[in-house]
């Protein structure tokens, strides 16, 4: 089945990936530009092709429901609940501590609109979870999956988030005006 899903990624769709899918057993992938519902798609069938493949994402609850609910946790979703007042960091950070290996993927932009400022939130559940941050960039324009090398957080998050986002620059996302 991987062969197939191989074949399918590399030479049917034509997208490489570049960078080491194996990632340490406790990490945050942050995934950009996000500018496409498809965006969703092609991560995940890449993902199918990482050395760990138990890699989860969050979404808002919304998309939770019935009967999508079943798909988005079969996928390896979890429902997050964006408006609440309870604190999705720490409820967050706490699976990694609940989990011998815990791999978060999520966008930093929190959306697929054009945003100038990245949410933080990932930012302060790395912090707290003490884990590394990987950046996975979604180049249209080259049809690449580019992974970086694990990044650690220094504490001061505006110099680290500017860091984090020079990895981003030129790359193209599937809606090249969001990019």
Known sequence: MKKIREYIFYNVLKWNIVGDTDFVKKCIIIAAPHTHWSDFFLAIFARSLFENKNVRFIGKKELFKFPLKYIMNWLGGMPVNRNSSSNSVDSIADLFSQNESFILALSPEGTRKKVDN???????????????IYSVALDFENKQIIISKPFIITGDIDKDIACLRVFYKGIKGKVPGYS
Request: cysteine-free.
């Open 118 to 132: 990245w949410k933080t939130g990932f930012y302060y559940i790395a912090k707290k979870a003490n884990v590394p």
